[in-house]
């Protein structure tokens, strides 16, 4: 209490917080007799990229969640590392590294080539500067390019940090962070690592804790929000939960998301939703108080979660995740909004639409009000559209269809997804089942599919009821002697045959040929529409 007076009496002030010199925390060093990280969970290519940084006369660390996975004994998928060295520095050390980004400028090592690549994110630290003194841009990073060119440090009307790219010393950077066990730097060579904020101790405890004042620092990055929510969803199957402090804020600070571009809510929300803690997630928000609002699609998603379907697409992502597989934001989605198609669809069957064009209309009404304008829509709709256009074409197993089908690159994403249909019992099971049969088998065996599917055609056939002509009743006699009645033959009777709705369909008498059979120059036109 003496302490807080005094800071105040001083000038000084917290983190996230203006006036005075903020507090950046006592640099700790806690060798791996205490820490206990096992140095084989680490990646030999970003231990690379440590020593060589070292080797050049920089400070160099992995960083961030990297650390506090190993710290959790877990084996992290990615590794960032920090440096005092500058981007232009980094890249002359490596043959094939990359400057990107402009409101934080990093540099990616790449490693490898092709599929088996991969990509150290290499970031330097960052000076801790106050939010309040920093240039003053209207609007944010996309409509103010012009404005943030040649601005190092600058924040729009809500305080929220557009660019920032002062370089600082470790203590600093690690101020700049979001949580305190994101906040911890790990030396692979000397194995020791760094801790300014307890980092360590919350990683104990399982408790997640903002650095400085929550509100503030969700003020200055709103997707901190999001990412709060992720790690919680992460980490919550290991016991760990938001501090109070650090959840009070959370709803009220949701306005400010309004003002993150589009595109990169997106891509929040595939974060969220893609990382393999789907369900997770879901259940975090609810409990956080946060299950709508954030962004329309993901509201969506949280609304269906407990669906049979969209529950099973949830669940499927998530295990693919965690085996290594690869996802796609196309599948997931199309999953979640297709309720929404396959309702559109309908409705349109119900007015006599064709069936093709009337899903094509209904994916269009779908990606307008669901998918809006986001980076990356043309090929994400694609895909997606593929995946809905395939499912009635399942239900077609004659003739070149099948073999047309398995060619398609997407065929396999529409497959799984008619295969969770199958799983939920929105198409039958014996469905799915031939499709996983025919994919994989020789001709021969293709050819006995093939037939078992036309046997299956007849069979249901048959089964279907059977709707009996009804005769009419006998009209008058023709004077002219030509045949009448129920008996008359195809030529001048009129044939009936079942409509859709069961009543009988009247097929147009065919006009006679002056002169030829059954009939001669006396013989009357047929009467049309009788």
């Avoid at 996983?436 to 293709?446: G, H, K």
Wanted: aromatic share 6%; glycine share 10%; with cysteine.
């Amino acid at each position: 209490m003496i302490k807080k007076f005094l800071d105040k009496l001083m000038g000084k002030s917290t983190p996230g917080t203006s006036g005075g010199k903020p507090h950046f925390g006592k640099r700790e060093e806690v060798p791996a007799s205490v820490h206990g990280i096992n140095p084989e969970l680490v990646d030999r290519r970003a231990a690379e990229v440590v020593a060589t940084l070292k080797q050049a006369g920089f400070e160099a660390y992995i960083v961030g969640g990297a650390v506090r996975d190993l710290l959790l004994g877990l084996r992290p998928k990615d590794f960032d590392v920090a440096t005092n060295a500058t981007p232009e520095q980094v890249k002359g050390l490596f043959r094939r590294a990359f400057i990107i980004g402009k409101r934080f400028r990093i540099v990616h090592v790449v490693h490898g080539r092709g599929r088996e690549h991969e990509v150290i994110e290499v970031s330097t630290f960052r000076a801790y500067l106050d939010n309040a003194a920093a240039g003053q841009v209207a609007g944010n990073e996309k409509t103010s390019k012009a404005q943030l060119s040649g601005m190092q440090h600058a924040v729009d009307a809500s305080g929220r940090v557009l660019r920032d790219n002062v370089w600082g010393p470790q203590d600093e950077d690690a101020t700049r962070r979001d949580f305190t066990v994101n906040a911890m730097y790990y030396d692979p060579v000397s194995q020791i690592v760094v801790d300014y904020h307890k980092g360590l101790q919350d990683a104990k405890k399982k408790t997640l804790r903002m650095i400085g004042d929550p509100a503030t620092r969700y003020r200055e990055d709103p997707v901190r929000i999001i990412r709060a929510v992720r790690f919680a969803a992460k980490l919550s199957g290991l016991g760990f939960s938001i501090e109070a402090k650090s959840a009070a804020p959370l709803v009220q600070s949701q306005a400010l998301l309004a003002e993150v571009p589009q595109s990169r809510m997106f891509d929040e929300m595939l974060k969220l939703l893609q990382t393999g803690h789907a369900i997770a997630t879901i259940e975090q928000l609810k409990k956080l108080g946060m299950a709508k609002g954030i962004y329309p699609l993901l509201d969506v998603a949280v609304e269906r979660a407990d669906t049979p379907f969209v529950k099973a697409a949830l669940v499927d992502t998530d295990r693919r995740v965690n085996e290594g597989k690869p996802v796609a934001p196309s599948f997931l989605l199309a999953c979640v909004l297709w309720e929404d198609v396959r309702n559109g669809w309908q409705t349109r069957l119900n007015q006599r639409q064709h069936p093709l064009p009337a899903l094509q209309e209904a994916i269009d009404e779908v990606f307008d009000k669901r998918i809006g304008d986001v980076s990356g829509r043309g090929k994400l709709a694609a895909d997606m559209r593929e995946i809905w256009v395939m499912q009635p074409r399942f239900e077609k197993r004659v003739g070149n269809t099948p073999f047309g089908m398995v060619m398609q690159p997407r065929f396999r994403a529409g497959f799984d997804f008619m295969r969770l249909r199958a799983d939920v019992g929105e198409v039958e099971e014996a469905l799915a089942e031939w499709w996983q049969d025919f994919q994989t088998a020789d001709d021969e065996r293709r050819d006995d599919l093939m037939d078992q599917a036309k046997e299956e055609q007849k069979a249901r056939q048959k089964a279907q009821p059977v709707v009996k002509r009804v005769p009419r009743a006998a009209p008058a006699a023709d004077p002219r002697g030509l045949p009448q009645g129920p008996d008359a033959g195809p030529a001048d009777g009129d044939a009936e045959f079942p409509s859709e709705g069961g009543a009988p369909k009247k097929r147009r008498r065919r006009r006679r040929k002056p002169g030829g059979a059954g009939g001669g120059e006396g013989a009357a036109p047929a009467a049309a529409g009788e």
